[in-house]
């Protein structure tokens, strides 16, 4: 009997949304086919903003897009339901630019969304701290510096120190009030936090994996070792 | 943007070292990407004394150069050099971004250093020949006497800050965290008594293209280079100095991040008039390109002809030439999504439309624009004709309220309404009672939580205190957790788990015989795989069965999106190859029905043709695909699946390029023993051991009581080459000693 074995991207994410399924999130999968409302404009990324620069996109033929981020899946599932609204996005996401070691078009975010009365930064830094406490142990920490995502205000990229070091390894911040809006929600009532993570780098640095192309290469002798 | 701190202070004094500074700015909202510490001493000024060819390579030369007491033979190959000119050398040792640099022999010749391109010294990316020093550059003395010698920060700017993509702009964030507001200084200009109002005037065609232009006239110049100072600052930031005129520009875009463009007075008329071009219209750039426009791009004409792309690039017809003897210099404001557009159209990117498409100071067009023409005078012998030719003014900004209680609420931070207000009027806001308005810098602040975000960056979230959310009921199942139950079946029957990338590639339709036309289509694909969108999961597995050749069987899945023009659903697809891949293929199918509901899930051989196709070496191989939505709906109603974590031990192990050996090893070892830790241990033994996989574990009386055999597959791989048989047994004997002495075990032989 041969023995089988699962991606460490998907072994990776479900360690990572037990954690948030115990907070009380939902698991949405939003397409990965998307139209430019809900990947850009619905999320304040007006047309003919430099914003639009930051990624690097895969337009269709029939004008939608390959969505940049999951965070299209923040006003697809909050615009049917009412607040609280607690969720994670897991999914693929797209860059269309040349590949190598370190850069990769296709790739794995996952996505976390909370709105209700009150939700305020301090909300946002305890899920964190508690999400990577459970990742990399007791020790871990978290701090914010200030970014800027047109879907959030404000924005924070976000360190997670680990063995010592601080590590780039997420976008976050406070929805901003016209996604809010978007979502048929009162932004003078609600506010809530939403954030991004790279899952693909969280595995590479779990591992010491040297090629990001391994993860899609179909290829056992990396596969079988997970 | 780079940024050299030497030019910070000019404006203010900084009391952290350059890793501090970095660190408070990147916590405060300007990230530095890296931090350049100056040249290194062993890079001196040289001069080339000889050239001759390279014996053995066309494009390389052997430059022996001087530096005052030593020479020094070099192996170079930029075009660039002539003997003479005055070079960097790199001498053994120097530190380089690039590295340490050692004594190196380049096709057969010994070099003894290096002449160095900008971006080998970290002066910006320019990499198109050496840098060729001034005349006045002193022969040995070490390159950071004269550029290079202060710290250069790389700084990544969001685009909501165009204010910060400057020296001064950078400097009013640092001074801010010093808890200090830096004022310019007043800058006061001494014209002559010619007015420019006798011979120019300007005419904005539609203000919301350009809110704002000011021109100024500087005659009696003369042409010729920078002073050394100036063109050592541009050298340190990667810019390559071109004139006097030319350059002050450059400086002042870079100091107060206002671009400016110069024309050449004599080749313009009376009037400077700014309108949208009209379609088919032809401007030839100063790069020397004709551009045909569109109906919609901002363009500076005078009474007969465009003399510039506005806020992209200037025109050849109005170009500053050796025989200048008088300029306009404009500073002006232009419509930030018109100038983006024309760019992209244009597919132009210069240091002047990346500011104008962030945002300028609308505040300070007059003082780059009188700074500006003080530099050009100083440098240029240039007289300043009185009065400036303008059209336009700055444009109001609302006021936002400043909500002190809803930026406490937000932030979850206690700060006080005069802590508050500080800082805001730190930042160069103006407040009137409950309202403030955003300094002419600012064009990202329009509402109560962009207060808030100045706010909180400025007063340190470090300081604010974690909050525990509120607590929620588990929401139910979605099809994600179906999902990972299927995996888990199919991990069970001996699947591994692949993803693919979503595309096909014109070589992919083709073996798969799949119609362009049934598929989506990239319209600004970079790479030719990433042509088409996938229809079936079918390709890609069949690529990889082909992609893996050394395993006897090839058991795969993928879980994932596939795309047709009207939808897009989530499907599974299997593939077996190699031996008994058809029956357990069908036991597997039969599984994922008991197990998932998972009905009709078929099961085809892929013909002969296809195999060729696709370059798949084992005969049998058997594929199938099947949508779940609706037997995850269905398995849903009733059942709760729960995610199963793997707590498995992984020992990564990077994949050579190079085919790796397999030997198999069983062992008698006592029944207590974990296979585990026997693979913990063969690990442990060599980096060579790229996997060890548990195949085999029974008890019987015949290996003796209490005694079991566990069994491995071991792959042994050189990340540089073929491995030899000799060199895996030689391994093979190390784990098996070690395993005999470690575990009381013995070899089955």
């Known amino acids: 009997m041969i023995k089988g074995s699962i991606h460490p991207i998907t072994e990776f994410l479900r360690t990572a949304i037990k954690v948030f399924r115990d907070l009380g999130f939902d698991v949405y999968e939003g397409p990965e086919v998307e139209t430019e409302w809900y990947n850009f404009d619905a999320l304040n990324v007006p047309a003919e903003h430099p914003a639009r620069d930051m990624q690097d996109t895969f337009w269709l033929k029939n004008r939608k897009v390959l969505r940049t981020h999951t965070s299209n899946g923040q006003v697809r599932y909050a615009e049917t339901r009412k607040p609280p609204i607690k969720a994670v996005f897991p999914g693929t996401v797209f860059r269309n630019e040349a590949t190598d070691a370190k850069?990769?078009?296709?790739?794995?975010?996952?996505?976390?969304?909370?709105?209700?009365?009150?939700?305020?930064?301090?909300?946002?830094?305890?899920?964190?701290?508690?999400?990577?406490?459970?990742?990399?142990?007791?020790?871990?920490?978290?701090?914010?510096?200030?970014?800027?995502?047109?879907?959030?205000?404000?924005?924070?990229?976000?360190?997670?120190?680990?063995?010592?070091?601080?590590?780039?390894?997420?976008?976050?911040?406070?929805?901003?009030?016209?996604?809010?809006?978007?979502?048929?929600?009162?932004?003078?009532?609600?506010?809530?936090?939403?954030?991004?993570?790279?899952?693909?780098?969280?595995?590479?640095?779990?591992?010491?994996?040297?090629?990001?192309?391994?993860?899609?290469?179909?290829?056992?002798?990396?596969?079988?070792?997970? | 943007m780079k940024i050299l701190r030497s030019w910070l202070e000019d404006y203010t004094d900084i009391p952290y070292s350059d890793e501090e500074l970095a660190e408070r700015l990147s916590l405060s909202g300007t990230a530095v990407e890296s931090i350049e510490k100056g040249i290194d001493d062993r890079v001196v000024v040289a001069e080339i004394k000889r050239i001759e060819p390279h014996p053995n390579a066309d494009r390389l030369q052997l430059a022996t150069v001087s530096t005052g007491g030593q020479e020094f033979r070099v192996v170079c190959g930029a075009p660039n050099i002539a003997v003479g000119q005055k070079v960097p050398l790199a001498q053994i040792g120097a530190k380089l971004p690039g590295g340490e640099l050692g004594k190196a022999t380049i096709r057969g010749v010994e070099s003894v250093g290096m002449l160095c391109a900008a971006d080998e010294l970290g002066l910006g990316d320019d990499h198109s020949g050496i840098i060729i020093l001034s005349d006045t550059h002193i022969v040995g003395k070490p390159l950071n006497h004269y550029l290079g010698k202060s710290t250069i920060f790389d700084f990544e700017i969001t685009p909501n800050r165009g204010d910060c993509l400057s020296h001064f702009g950078i400097a009013r964030e640092a001074a801010a965290l010093l808890d200090k507001q830096i004022k310019?200084?007043?800058?006061?200009?001494?014209?002559?008594?010619?007015?420019?109002?006798?011979?120019?005037?300007?005419e904005i065609e539609k203000t919301e293209i350009c809110p704002q232009y000011q021109a100024r006239i500087i005659e009696n110049i003369t042409i010729k280079e920078s002073p050394q100072w100036l063109k050592d600052r541009l050298v340190s930031l990667g810019q390559k100095p071109i004139n006097n005129i030319v350059d002050a520009t450059n400086y002042i875009m870079l100091d107060l991040g206002q671009p400016l463009h110069a024309f050449d007075a004599e080749k313009v008329g009376k009037k400077i008039i700014i309108r949208k071009s009209k379609k088919g219209e032809i401007v030839e750039t100063l790069d020397g390109v004709k551009r045909e426009l569109d109906n919609k791009t901002i363009l500076i004409t005078d009474e007969k002809k465009p003399i510039a792309i506005a806020g992209i690039m200037g025109g050849q017809n109005s170009e500053i030439s050796n025989s200048t003897t008088a300029v306009i210099l404009e500073a002006a404001e232009f419509d930030p999504v018109s100038i983006r557009k024309s760019a992209k159209l244009l597919n132009l990117s210069t240091d002047a439309n990346y500011r104008f498409e962030r945002g300028i100071d609308s505040g300070s067009v007059e003082y780059a624009l009188n700074k500006a023409a003080n530099l050009i005078a100083e440098i240029s012998g240039g007289k300043i004709l009185s009065g400036i030719?303008?059209?336009?003014?700055?444009?109001?900004?609302?006021?936002?309220?400043?909500?002190?209680?809803?930026?406490?609420?937000?932030?979850?931070?206690?700060?006080?309404?005069?802590?508050?207000?500080?800082?805001?009027?730190?930042?160069?806001?103006?407040?009137?009672?409950?309202?403030?308005?955003?300094?002419?810098?600012?064009?990202?602040?329009?509402?109560?939580?962009?207060?808030?975000?100045?706010?909180?960056?400025?007063?340190?979230?470090?300081?604010?205190?974690?909050?525990?959310?509120?607590?929620?009921?588990?929401?139910?199942?979605?099809?994600?957790?179906?999902?990972?139950?299927?995996?888990?079946?199919?991990?069970?029957?001996?699947?591994?788990?692949?993803?693919?990338?979503?595309?096909?590639?014109?070589?992919?339709?083709?073996?798969?015989?799949?119609?362009?036309?049934?598929?989506?289509?990239?319209?600004?694909?970079?790479?030719?795989?990433?042509?088409?969108?996938r229809n079936s999961l079918v390709p890609n597995l069949l690529k990889s069965v082909a992609k893996n050749p050394s395993f006897d069987q090839t058991f795969l899945f993928e879980l994932g999106h596939v795309f047709t023009k009207d939808e897009e659903i989530n499907v599974l697809g299997i593939a077996a190859a190699g031996k008994d891949a058809?029956?357990?293929?069908?036991?597997?199918?039969?599984?994922?029905?008991?197990?998932?509901?998972?009905?009709?899930?078929?099961i085809s051989e892929i013909s002969r043709d296809d195999l060729g196709r696709f370059k798949i070496r084992k005969p049998l191989t058997y594929v199938g695909e099947i949508p779940l939505g609706k037997f995850a709906d269905k398995y849903l109603e009733t059942n709760q699946p729960v995610l199963k974590i793997n707590t498995d031990k992984v020992h990564y192990r990077q994949v050579s390029k190079f085919p790796a050996i397999t030997r198999d090893l069983a062992f008698i070892v006592d029944k207590k023993v974990k296979p585990d830790e026997v693979t913990d241990m063969i690990y442990s033994v060599s980096d060579l051991v790229n996997r060890v996989e548990l195949f085999d574990e029974f008890t019987s009386d015949k290996f003796g009581k209490g005694k079991k055999n566990v069994a491995f597959h071991l792959y042994l791989q050189m990340m540089d080459r073929t491995m030899k048989d000799t060199e895996a047994d030689t391994i093979i004997k190390k784990i098996v000693n070690k395993i005999n002495k470690e575990f009381a075990a013995e070899l089955r032989k």
Not at chain 2, 419 to 440: E, M, R, W, Y
Not at chain 2, 497 to 526: G, M, R
Not at chain 2, 588 to 599: E, F, H, Q, R, V
């Open chain 2, 389 to 533: 030719a303008k059209a336009g003014e700055r444009k109001k900004v609302d006021a936002v309220k400043i909500e002190t209680e809803k930026i406490r609420q937000l932030l979850g931070l206690n700060i006080r309404d005069d802590q508050i207000i500080h800082i805001l009027k730190l930042l160069g806001f103006v407040i009137s009672n409950d309202n403030c308005t955003a300094p002419s810098w600012r064009r990202d602040i329009n509402t109560w939580q962009d207060l808030a975000e100045e706010v909180g960056r400025i007063y340190g979230y470090d300081k604010i205190i974690p909050v525990k959310i509120a607590k929620s009921n588990k929401p139910k199942e979605s099809g994600y957790f179906f999902d990972e139950l299927v995996k888990d079946i199919l991990k069970k029957n001996g699947f591994s788990e692949i993803k693919t990338y979503p595309f096909l590639s014109e070589d992919d339709i083709k073996a798969a015989q799949i119609k362009a036309s049934s598929l989506l289509e990239v319209a600004n694909p970079i790479q030719q795989e990433n042509k088409y969108l």
């Open chain 2, 582 to 602: 058809k029956k357990l293929i069908e036991v597997t199918a039969k599984d994922l029905l008991d197990s998932a509901g998972i009905k009709d899930l078929e």
């Open chain 2, 184 to 202: 310019r200084e007043p800058m006061s200009v001494s014209t002559i008594s010619k007015k420019v109002s006798d011979s120019l005037e300007v």
């Open chain 1, 103 to 226: 850069h990769e078009t296709t790739f794995t975010q996952l996505e976390g969304l909370y709105i209700d009365e009150n939700v305020k930064v301090g909300h946002l830094i305890w899920t964190l701290e508690t999400f990577f406490k459970e990742i990399y142990g007791p020790d871990a920490k978290i701090r914010l510096k200030p970014s800027y995502f047109p879907f959030v205000e404000p924005g924070f990229e976000v360190d997670v120190k680990h063995d010592g070091k601080w590590l780039e390894l997420l976008g976050a911040g406070m929805v901003h009030p016209t996604v809010i809006k978007n979502m048929n929600l009162d932004s003078e009532k609600y506010s809530g936090f939403a954030f991004g993570l790279g899952i693909d780098r969280m595995v590479i640095i779990k591992y010491g994996i040297e090629d990001i192309r391994h993860f899609r290469s179909g290829d056992l002798r990396f596969l079988k070792q997970f």
